[in-house]
């Protein structure tokens, strides 16, 4: 059973359960109450988070942004771009799996296999910079579409500083995913109504821009982590951040907005236009918001008012100001509430202290757990590459008067996994 309570992840999977499966010590199962648990959520929620753990990858491997999905008799996992022992090949999405009915303490790494070998013809060439896929399965997909949607963000040719979120689909989830000829979403302001001349003609003070280029001009820095989810209707959904902060000067910096945008069953069209969920307070969040997760929760007998939970990172991925915070609201649509930290350095993690959480992924069950996966710094000069590595780790958020040892995933709604 431990194996399938990360069903989905990354989104939504369809998964039928006729029997009972064995508990095993694996990365999400639930502990005894004589062990620690860490009291979150003051504001009456009555959650708990438990059972902390990770890595779960070899000690040093960088495995950034994670997602996971169940499908068939594996767990899946997929994750941002890396290279290879420095080699010029680039892997643009990693995956690495573990059997679903053994203990998931050991994942095997996909070492030579990309999800997304061939990238979409808007993607840069030279430096793709593929990053946070987010994978999810069309409910009812139609006659010789593929099921598999794979949402990611990579740089633009256009503009390779600049990164846009695109979409791809495949046959089978782990891929090859091919991606569409155009991105989704890509707010880097390439529509910009001037030409260089009159971009320089009309502001010719531009230290007043600081050191702001002509191409991002009316731009608002492009849009990275995509994260897919659906409501309690099925009615599919994406959250992502607008990369404000990748157009920062020593002089001014930009806004790093939050956004939801609701999508129609084929996961590819976008529904009416985008809604700003929350946004970076400076002395809060440092530079910037970004990694959300958008889940909700109905109380813990299933009856109660539907609670909607953004979790976030703020401040910088690559130092230990990285975290994991989260807000709530009662419409999908926010306002939300922010309620603090989830997740910060210095948390105990198998003995260990936690450092720089985030690039968090959830997902809801029929009862009323949330498990969720991060990445956490395990090195900052990887002995391979040289390169910063972080790692995967994990945990469950649970009402405290109803544990999840006292359930079966037998009552799982295949509509909502």
């Keep these: 059973m431990a194996a399938l309570l990360i069903i989905g992840l990354c989104v939504l999977s369809t998964l039928s359960l006729s029997a009972p499966i064995e508990r095993r010590d694996s990365l999400f199962v639930a502990r005894s109450p004589a062990d620690s648990s ?99 399965k069309r409910k009812l997909p139609k006659e010789g579409d593929d099921p598999y949607v794979m949402y990611f963000s990579a740089a633009h040719e256009k503009n390779a500083a600049r990164h846009c979120i695109g979409v791809a689909t495949a046959k089978v989830v782990q891929g090859p995913y091919t991606g569409l000829d155009d991105p989704l979403i890509c707010p880097i302001g390439l529509g910009a109504p001037y030409t260089e001349q009159e971009y320089v003609s009309e502001f010719s003070d531009i230290s007043i821009f600081g050191t702001i280029d002509f191409n991002d001009f009316y731009s608002e820095g492009g849009a990275i982590d995509p994260d897919a989810g659906a409501d309690e209707d099925g009615s599919p959904y994406l959250v992502y951040k607008t990369d404000g902060n990748s157009l920062n000067t020593n002089a001014k910096q930009h806004p790093t907005p939050i956004y939801l945008q609701k999508m129609q069953d084929d996961g590819i069209t976008k529904v009416g236009d985008r809604i700003k969920l929350i946004d970076r307070i400076p002395e809060e969040d440092g530079p910037l918001t970004e990694a959300p997760s958008l889940r909700y929760l109905k109380g813990p007998s299933g009856s109660g008012p539907k609670i909607y939970y953004l979790f976030y990172s703020t401040h910088v991925f690559s130092d230990d100001t990285y975290d994991v915070k989260y807000a709530t609201s009662d419409k999908i649509d926010g306002p939300y509430t922010r309620r603090g930290q989830l997740l910060k350095s210095g948390m105990m993690v198998n003995g260990k202290p936690l450092t720089g959480p985030g690039g968090l992924d959830i997902i809801t069950l029929p009862n009323y757990v949330m498990y969720f996966v991060f990445h956490g710094i395990v090195t900052f000069k990887n002995k391979v590459t040289g390169e910063l590595s972080r790692n995967i780790y994990g945990a469950q958020l649970k009402y405290k008067n109803k544990p999840a040892a006292d359930l079966s995933l037998t009552e799982a709604n295949n509509d909502l996994l």
């Design 38 to 136: 860490i009291s979150l959520f003051s504001n009456g929620d009555d959650l708990v988070m438990t059972d902390l753990k990770g890595p779960i990858l070899d000690d040093e491997w960088n495995f950034p942004d994670p997602c996971i999905h169940v499908d068939g008799n594996r767990v899946w996992a997929f994750g941002t771009n890396r290279y290879i022992n420095s080699n010029p090949h680039q892997i643009n999405v990693q995956v690495a799996y573990t059997p679903i009915f053994e203990d998931t303490k050991k994942w095997e790494l996909m070492n030579q296999w990309d999800a997304m070998p061939i990238v979409p013809k808007w993607v840069a060439t030279s430096n793709k910079k593929v990053w946070g896929p987010s994978i999810h």
